[in-house]
């Protein structure tokens, strides 16, 4: 699947970075154009791949380059006001070449919790292909400011992208991690999952025939009727040489003898398993997905058709969904099997209820002490008695 990808805020820009990253190591072709936006230039200079004429920087004349100190109003409103000149990025992407947009922003700051749901308006305005959101949420030890940030941000942007995607950084972080070590793996995280979830749907002439391919209809139809989704994602490694062909191998028809054994067909539905009750990039309970999409990758002969079919129905069960498509994704230089599953329209998120309780709190919190400000304010500066006078 082809993707024109827009991040949005320095976590946005740098997660998209790392795309490119994935796309020229594993040669998938997911990304088809990328563009940052943002309204601090120090954090667009340190971007590493994405062209120079597809960086853009917003807000100049309000912020100085200096970005939006997280505050996600002024994040949208710059947005609003700047989007001509984001449209000029986009202008060059050849869109009639990409499956879709995805925007991806960090949602605690300032500059991509804002900017990120008014640019998705816009794009869902102007094209018919669709619009879709990668939000990372805060971690809990981020503040309220963030939390609350996030929660605004969340609500606003799930209503404009066609599906967002969330990945949680509060359940990622690693204790004792300096926080950009952290960020790096768990941005190498992000990539991995999207990646083959994506790449699955973009198989090239002359790849390794599957025997039941995903195709990008097949992810934009399990994206497609909007809401929350998340991945979940295992992965075992094989012999390369190894075709598990000991136990029960059968040929089917054609030149290439197809594989089909007993535990080939264990290692997928106990992968699909792991995948789908391990952590979430969002955690939350499977069952009330609206839809899913199953994803198995790795070289062809660790791949059957019976193993994925299992866990479709597997997934069918957990979820309670009628509507779970499974596929494979032939990588045959691969060193793993590994399943991806994008479970889409999730409900029972009870993250999400938290983040809205802390950000509410936060809320009321930051309006206690902004009315009680000024009160302090007059009491520090009067004299008891009244007795000074200011200048003028
Ligand atoms: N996964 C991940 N999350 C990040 C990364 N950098 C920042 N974040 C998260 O994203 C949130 C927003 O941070 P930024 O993207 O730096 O903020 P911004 O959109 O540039 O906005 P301002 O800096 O306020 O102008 C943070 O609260 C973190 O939770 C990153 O590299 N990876």
Redesign the pocket.
């Known amino acids: 699947m082809k993707l024109a990808m827009i991040g ?5 820009g ?2 998209v970075d790392k795309f490119l990253e994935y796309d020229d190591r594993t040669g998938s072709g997911i990304v088809r154009s990328a563009v940052a936006v ?3 230039k120090a ?1 667009l200079m340190g971007l590493d791949r994405i062209p120079q004429e597809n960086r853009v920087l917003i807000g100049q004349s309000r912020v100085k380059g200096h ?4 505050d996600n109003e002024l ?1 949208a409103e710059i947005a609003e006001e700047d989007i001509d000149e984001v449209q000029g990025a986009i202008d060059a992407i050849p869109v009639h070449e990409v499956d879709a947009f995805l925007i991806v ?9 804002g900017g990120a749901p008014v640019l998705a308006k816009h794009l869902k305005r102007i094209y018919t292909e669709p619009v879709y959101g990668l939000g ?1 949420l ?2 809990s030890d ?1 503040g309220g400011i ?1 939390t609350l940030n996030a929660a605004r941000s969340f609500q606003t942007f799930v209503r404009e992208v066609d599906n967002l995607m969330v ?1 949680d ?1 509060d359940s990622w972080r690693q204790s004792g991690e300096s926080v950009e070590s952290g ?1 790096a793996e ?2 190498d995280e ?1 990539v991995k999952r999207f990646g083959i979830l994506f790449g699955a749907g973009e198989i090239n002439q002359g790849d390794e025939v599957a025997e039941s391919v995903v195709d990008s209809s097949e992810i934009i139809n399990t994206l497609s009727g909007g809401g929350v989704s998340t991945i979940g994602y295992a992965r075992e490694e094989v012999e390369k040489g190894d075709d598990d062909s000991g136990l029960l191998s059968r040929f089917t028809g054609g030149d290439e003898p197809q594989v089909d054994t007993a535990h080939t067909t264990n290692r997928i539905t106990s992968l699909v398993r792991k995948a789908a009750l391990g952590r979430l990039t969002l955690p939350c309970e499977i069952d009330g997905t609206e839809r899913a999409l199953l994803v198995l990758s790795g070289p062809p002969q660790h791949l059957n058709r019976k193993g994925i079919e299992r866990g479709r129905k597997w997934l069918e069960e957990q979820t309670g969904s009628m509507e779970v498509r499974g596929g494979d994704y032939p990588v045959p230089e691969s060193n793993f099997v590994a399943s991806v599953i994008l479970l889409a329209g999730v409900s029972n998120v009870p993250r999400i209820k938290e983040l809205q309780q802390v950000a509410i709190e936060a809320q009321d919190n930051i309006e206690d002490i902004r009315s009680e400000s000024e009160e302090n304010l007059e009491s520090l500066v009067e004299d008891d008695e009244d007795e000074l006078e200011p200048l003028f």
């Open positions: 949005f805020g320095q976590a946005g740098k997660i943002n309204t601090a954090d970005g939006v100190g997280a994040g922003a960090g949602m605690g700051g300032g500059t991509g919790s990372v805060p971690g981020e963030y990945f950084n960020y768990i941005n992000i």
